[in-house]
């Protein structure tokens, strides 16, 4: 544990009960794309938003919240050293002290640790280190501590926004479903479960006479929490995050007794977690630039760095041509900043960057110090402190460059993580990342529903006939086309196979799940041996990942839902129709992972699922005129061979 302060606010703590905060500095999340692209050496309270650390903002805040002792807690022993410094070359207007233990794996794992120091004295605002927002904490402190002072069981006060239905959850950031009474705020009921129908009990509206449902809340990062918070974090080993928290008191409200309340963002107010994905990043970066979340703005925050007529935040000394150089709407370009020729569309360039000539950056953030050179073009990425790209290189939506990492020239990347540590994943192949690259490969992302940063949304952003974009339109206004029937269908087993796994749910009660779907979608049966063999091989599962770990993780799953699977494949027929969509899934959709068909059709065998008849079938059957179905047929001979033998044997004995 390393400790520190600074004199101001020295003089309140020994006049009784004070203000504290407890800033959590880990994400405690292995999907942070930003978080996977950083070194050892590198600190996540560093990271930039708007050319500003995130730090700088959580500080701010808590200081203008009137914030009197905080406590900074991270399990790096790095990342608590680079805290204690900067920490203590600042004039916050608070006590502090940097909290570090190897032993925080989340949220719950740090309140039970403050608890068993004593450290907690009095109420505290509970916070992360990314959290961005101009919230004036003063009235909801105040509030909070009405209720306590009326009612002890009163423990906490979460702050949610309810977000618009058709904007998409980021990655990481999890939506809600909460109960309330609309004359207290009080939460009646809590689930993070996403599944499109909820299970709400009886007795809350026994209890209550007025709810309202909101069905679409995201967790801001702030909660203003009792004395108490601790002591049931500690009581309850099993919470480890506030959602565990809030869910866990309610189911046990009766016999407790506890209360918690919720404080929905009001107009003009903005909080967001700016880490926990790449896509959250973009979404505040982006409400920042558009002034929702004023004052944090550019204008505001930087005193060179004023907003120009076309929405575009210039620094004074940028060294560019304008006549060489077109810079749109929500773009920023920080101070030392040196742009020789080319396109910045709504895009963040952090102070002394160099982009070269040709190049076109969009819907990008380039941090500080990085070097662009010519012929470059980057989209929807974002490229860490001090990083290197090489002329002709390519960055497609997804891209995470890491600080001090070197990718090119000449490539083409797409959703990949890269970090600068040579150790810290596969090393860079200078075929695929360019002669001059220098790191190593953390990641390759998969696209799908979740993916940050949505390629429709590129292509909507509704480009005039020029190819400049349309001053009049705006990201927001653009909302996704609706899904087909059989796409919503494909969605519901997964959530419901998924829940299963998650809850334990019996097999009866998920058959019943996915029937009703299929009515409902009017689904057929092999769309639906279809979806449950796709999601058992995808759940926990990464196709891009080794081989070997993929197969153990499919066979662990196929052993886990074989009850599901017989279900469905019964008969010739679905047998039939397993194989074929295996066929397809293995041989499109993902043929890195041929090689390994022969040891999951094997277990397949073994398991009792498919029979040998229908592989004999299936092997003998007309295929397509596809290389890629042609070739697993190629890689599972050897076992269509042992399988025949195997008959003929059988056949002679008897």
């Known amino acids: 544990m390393v400790s520190g302060g600074t004199k101001a606010a020295s003089d309140k703590l020994s006049k009784g009960e004070i ?5 959590i500095c880990d994400l405690f999340s292995p999907d942070s794309e930003i978080r996977q692209s950083l070194s050892d050496d590198d600190c996540l309270s560093f990271v930039e938003v708007l050319d500003r650390p995130v730090i700088q903002y959580t500080n701010d805040w808590l200081g203008n919240s009137g914030i009197q002792h905080v406590f900074y807690c991270t399990s790096s022993v790095s990342d608590s050293a680079k805290l204690e410094d900067y920490l203590s070359e600042q004039d916050l207007g608070y006590t502090w002290k940097v909290v570090q233990s190897e032993r925080y794996l989340c949220v ?64 990481c950031s999890t939506r809600f479903s909460a109960a309330v009474d609309p004359s207290s705020s009080q939460i009646a009921f809590f689930s993070s479960n996403q599944a499109k129908k909820l299970s709400i009990p009886s007795q809350v509206f ?106 575009v935040y210039i620094s004074s000394d940028v060294s560019c041509s304008l006549d ?70 390519t960055l497609k939506p997804g891209c995470v460059i890491g600080p001090g990492a070197v990718v090119g020239p000449n490539c083409c990347l797409g959703k990949v993580i890269i970090s600068r540590d040579p150790d810290a994943g596969e090393k860079l192949d200078p075929l695929k990342y360019g002669k001059d690259c ?40 653009a909302m ?20 299963s796994s998650q809850e334990n749910i019996r097999l009866e009660d998920l058959v019943l799940e996915i029937n009703s779907a299929k009515f409902a979608y009017n689904a057929s049966m092999s769309d639906i041996v279809r979806c449950v063999l796709e999601t058992v091989l995808n759940l926990d599962n990464n196709p891009q990942s080794e081989k070997k770990q993929w197969l153990m993780t499919a066979q662990t799953n196929i052993t886990k839902f074989k009850a599901l699977i017989s279900h469905y494949v019964v008969d010739s027929n679905s047998q039939k129709v397993a194989l074929s969509c295996l066929e397809t899934y293995l041989s499109e959709s993902y043929p890195a992972l041929l090689t390994i068909t022969p040891h999951l059709f094997l277990f397949l065998f073994n398991s009792d699922v498919i029979p040998e008849d229908a592989f004999i079938a299936w092997s003998e059957a007309q295929t397509s005129s ?20 195997a008959e003929s044997s059988e056949e002679e004995s008897d």
């Open 480 to 499: 996704p086309p609706p899904l087909d029937d059989h796409k919503l269908f494909s969605i519901e087993v997964q959530e419901s196979i998924l829940r």
């Open 108 to 171: 719950g794992d740090v309140l039970k640790d403050l608890f068993d120091s004593s450290s907690i004295e009095g109420h505290f605002v509970l916070t992360h280190i990314d959290t961005i927002t101009n919230i004036n904490m003063q009235p909801i402190l105040e509030a909070h501590k009405a209720r306590y002072k009326q009612n002890k069981l009163s423990v906490l006060t979460a702050v949610y926004t309810d977000s618009p239905p058709w904007d998409p959850p980021s990655l």
């Open 206 to 311: 026994e209890n209550f006479d007025q709810v309202d449902l909101l069905c679409n809340l995201t967790d801001c990062g702030i909660s203003i929490c009792a004395p108490e918070v601790a002591q049931l974090f500690v009581d309850n080993f099993d919470y480890q995050n506030m959602a565990d928290f809030i869910t866990g008191i309610l189911d046990n409200e009766e016999i407790l007794g506890n209360q918690l309340f919720i404080r929905l963002l009001m107009s003009g107010e903005f909080a967001s977690r700016s880490l926990t994905s790449l896509r959250q990043y973009d979404t505040t970066s982006l409400a920042m630039l558009q002034r929702k979340a004023y004052p944090l703005v550019p204008d505001k925050l930087f005193s060179k760095t004023p907003l120009s007529e076309d929405g």
């Open 626 to 645: 596809a290389p890629a179905a042609a070739n697993i047929r190629t890689q599972c001979a050897d076992f269509i061979k042992w399988l025949q033998e």
């Open 324 to 393: 060489s150089v077109e810079i749109t709407r929500d773009s920023l370009i920080s101070l030392g900043c040196r742009i020789h020729a080319g396109c910045i569309s709504r895009s963040v360039i952090g102070r002394n960057c160099t982009i070269g000539e040709k190049s076109d950056v969009r819907r990008s953030y380039i941090q500080r110090n990085a070097v662009l050179e010519n012929n470059i073009s980057v989209t929807g990425s974002f490229v860490g402190e001090s990083s290197v790209i090489r002329s002709g290189v």
């Open 19 to 23: 203000l504290q905060a407890v800033v």
């Open 438 to 477: 220098s790191g190593s490969l953390i990641e390759v992302l998969e696209s799908g529903y979740e993916d940050w940063f949505n390629e429709r949304s590129l292509r909507n952003e509704n480009l005039g006939e020029d190819g400049s974009e349309d001053e009049d339109s705006s990201d927001d206004d």
